[in-house]
């Protein structure tokens, strides 16, 4: 059925939007029956209708407004009072909002050029597959917002209020999208995909002022598909779940992430996670108890002062046997020292290879019966440098090794010096040149010294390399 023609811009139309305080459907054989003042509770319809101008509300109350297979040029509800209101396969050059009080506003297969949504108060927005090059969107307030399966050039997204209960967005395809949201979000969910550039942040200067001094979204769910640089920057969570496998081109920036509470739950669980940045996020500060990071495969993924959890302790439950959860301890301390390394944060990274070296020795020392070959070079290197992450302590040893040869020396610090080469010759010290007879545990102890000092000299340069 075709849509009926109507001159929006007639005097009974006119007529028309000034007495909307009534139900009636508006189609294609009874548009004049409407033109008659009814009750304030009822509701309106508009059914299949073409409009040659542009469709104006204006100071209109009313229990619900809908729109079905409605098209015009321009489409513009100004001081609307509305408990619901049903936008469904609309089409429009413009869609223009001002000043609107709404409970609910749902809209679905909505096309148009431009959508500008200003100054209005929707407890309830919903935006169904919608399409337009422009998205501009300002609520003074709002409960809940749902975006689903919208595609847009750009769109930009404001919230003026304090609190907000739940945001979901679910397959966004825009070129560049930002969301300037309330203070408190409690719920905070991106499912399906999102495609172009995309920017979450807190509205710092138009919401009301929070008690908190950082962004706080309470709830936080991200199960979709990254294909574009979104930007999430500094708020609190009280539970972090992110469960996702990115593509190659995109990535996802996490800058300041810390828990609300000490009880707060993390939970990173996906198998694969690519192109990923974590910026001075403290992950350690959620609840070892209730929170969990599985041995992701991080890949080109960084981490720069990110503080990372603990692995898991051991659950027979959810391990095959020890040896599998060796295994993945290892391989997550080393994906975790892999992405500090990337940044050029050699400080996480030296703590975190620390981790899985120490996850490997484990490992040798569980499966070897006896002592390993590989179990004595990692046993020494735990014990005198810490897996070339501590140069005090390797100096330590130095000074006891070292201060043990001097009395063994009669107190010579020629001999000693002497010492730390390790091709000095016997008749270049003066222990040698004094001693009339040189017993044989003489020439132990100096070979013994000889690869002492040369072992720790060189622990002590290999220690250093985590400050270049």
Not at 101 to 109: D, G, I, L, Q
Not at 253 to 258: A, N, V
Not at 407 to 432: G, Q, R, W
Not at 453 to 468: A, E, Q
Request: with cysteine; proline share 2%; glycine share 4%.
């Amino acid at each position: 059925m075709s849509q009926l023609e109507v001159n929006a811009e007639c005097k009974a139309w006119g007529n028309l939007t000034e007495n909307f305080l009534h139900y009636q459907k508006v189609n294609d054989n009874n548009v004049i029956d409407v033109i008659r003042p009814l009750t304030e509770d009822s509701s309106i319809v508009l059914n299949n209708l073409n409009f040659s101008g542009e469709l104006h509300f204006k100071k209109i109350k009313c229990n619900s407004l809908q729109l079905y297979s409605v098209s015009a040029r321009k489409i513009i509800f100004e001081d609307v009072e509305c408990e619901r209101i049903d936008l469904e396969e609309v089409e429009c050059n413009s869609l223009q909002i001002i000043n609107l009080k709404s409970s609910v506003f749902r809209f679905r297969f909505l096309t148009s050029k431009d959508i500008n949504i200003t100054k209005s108060g929707i407890s309830s927005l919903k935006l169904f597959d919608t399409s337009s090059p422009s998205i501009n969107i300002e609520l003074n307030k709002n409960l809940k917002s749902n975006i689903r399966d919208v595609s847009c050039d750009i769109l930009n997204y404001e919230i003026f209020e304090s609190t907000l209960q739940s945001f979901t967005v679910w397959n966004l395809d825009s070129k560049e999208a930002r969301f300037d949201l309330p203070s408190v979000v409690q719920e905070f969910e991106l499912y399906g995909y999102i495609k172009g550039a995309c920017y979450f942040g807190r509205n710092n200067e138009k919401s009301v002022r929070s008690l908190y001094d950082k962004w706080l979204l309470s709830e936080v769910d991200i199960r979709s598909s990254i294909n574009g640089d979104i930007q999430f920057h500094n708020f609190m969570c009280h539970n972090f779940q992110l469960s996702f496998s990115n593509s190659n081109r995109g990535s996802i920036d996490f800058d300041g992430i810390s828990p609300f509470a000490n009880c707060s739950v993390l939970d990173i669980s996906s198998n694969r996670l690519e192109n990923i940045k974590f910026y001075a996020c403290d992950f350690n500060g959620f609840s070892p108890k209730y929170s969990e990071v599985s041995e992701n495969s991080y890949e080109n993924c960084i981490s720069h002062g990110t503080t990372w959890p603990e692995f898991r302790s051991y659950d027979s439950k959810h391990h095959l046997n020890y040896n599998e959860y060796l295994n993945g301890e290892k391989y997550y301390y080393d994906s975790l020292g892999k992405m500090c390394e990337k940044s050029g944060d050699l400080f996480g990274r030296y703590k975190y290879s620390y981790l899985a070296k120490n996850s490997e020795l484990k490992s040798v020392s569980h499966n070897s019966q006896g002592v390993s070959l590989d179990y004595v070079p990692l046993v020494l290197s735990k014990i005198f440098s810490r897996y070339n992450t501590s140069w005090m302590l390797v100096l330590l040893w130095l000074m006891v090794f070292n201060f043990a040869y001097f009395i063994f020396l009669k107190f010579s610090l020629h001999d000693l010096i002497t010492a730390f080469n390790p091709l000095h010759k016997f008749e270049s010290l003066n222990y040698v040149v004094d001693s009339k007879i040189i017993s044989g545990d003489f020439y132990l102890v100096n070979f013994c010294m000889r690869l002492i000092n040369s072992f720790l000299v060189f622990k002590f340069l290999k220690s250093f390399k985590k400050y270049y």
